[in-house]
């Protein structure tokens, strides 16, 4: 048998943080359904933090992070 999609080391969010991140410190996000519906959101020095994806700002900050990739 192959267990190679086990093998994927992919960073997963098992914790989500419960406070309001800074949107101008965020430069990358990545959605993910599995194992919770959640956001990780990559800020400038590199730091992966969880949130919700349901929350209003999360979002907001999708989108801001959207408009400057774009605005490159």
Same mark, same amino acid.
């Given at each position: 048998?192959?267990? !190679? ?8 969010? @098992? ?7 800074? %949107? /101008?410190?965020? #430069? !990358? ?8 519906? @959640? ?7 590199? %730091? /992966?933090?969880? #949130? ?21």
């Amino acid at each position: 048998g192959s267990a !190679s999609s086990q093998s994927m080391r992919k960073y997963r969010c @098992a914790t989500l943080s419960p406070k309001q991140l800074n %949107i /101008r410190n965020l #430069v !990358s996000y990545e959605r993910q359904q599995v194992p919770v519906d @959640a956001v990780m959101f990559i800020t400038a020095k590199g %730091i /992966r933090i969880c #949130v919700r994806a349901n929350q209003p700002w999360v979002q907001t900050a999708i989108s801001r992070i959207d408009e400057r990739r774009a605005a490159k």
